[in-house]
């Protein structure tokens, strides 16, 4: 798989509701802001992508991979009872995809989570203890 586009750039939305985990073989690994709900964004770093169909043959099973991958280490670390994957883009075209730890009893279960709670800001040494226990369970390096 060639080396991801050097001109990558976020989308200014997911930049600002995000913090930066790490980088994978092809995406950026981000969590978003809300205490509310454990919830990662992978975002492929190639210019230009909007629907996994826009990705060749191996990023889109690369992609998988990486989802796969995120995945288990997100049960694992947070316990949830479901998980929800989803690449929507209706708001923010870039290609990204969600994946949230959704437990019974957490603020929108068992409805989706857009728009069911204000979002929660994580204080600081609990989004310090969450990145670094994602670094070392996907083994990253911070961005």
């Not at 092809?26 to 809300?34: A, G, P, Q, W």
């Not at 509310?36 to 492929?44: I, Q, T």
């Not at 690369?62 to 796969?68: D, F, G, K, S």
């Amino acid at each position: 798989m060639p080396n991801p586009s050097e001109d990558f750039t976020l989308d200014p939305q997911l930049a600002r509701d995000t913090m930066p985990v790490g980088d994978l073989p092809l995406c950026r690994v981000l969590l978003i802001n809300d205490a509310n709900y454990r919830w990662l964004l992978l975002v492929p770093r190639r210019r230009g992508v909007s629907e996994i169909i826009d990705l060749d043959a191996p990023a889109r099973a690369q992609l998988m991979t990486e989802i796969a991958s995120v995945s288990r280490v997100l049960k694992e670390l947070s316990g949830c009872d479901k998980l929800n994957v989803a690449a929507l883009g209706n708001v923010v075209e870039q290609l990204h995809v969600h994946i949230i730890a959704r437990s019974r009893g957490d603020a929108a279960w068992p409805k989706p989570v857009w728009g069911a709670a204000p979002a929660k800001a994580y204080e600081k040494a609990q989004i310090d203890r969450m990145i670094d226990a994602l670094r070392q369970a996907l083994t990253l390096k911070p961005v």
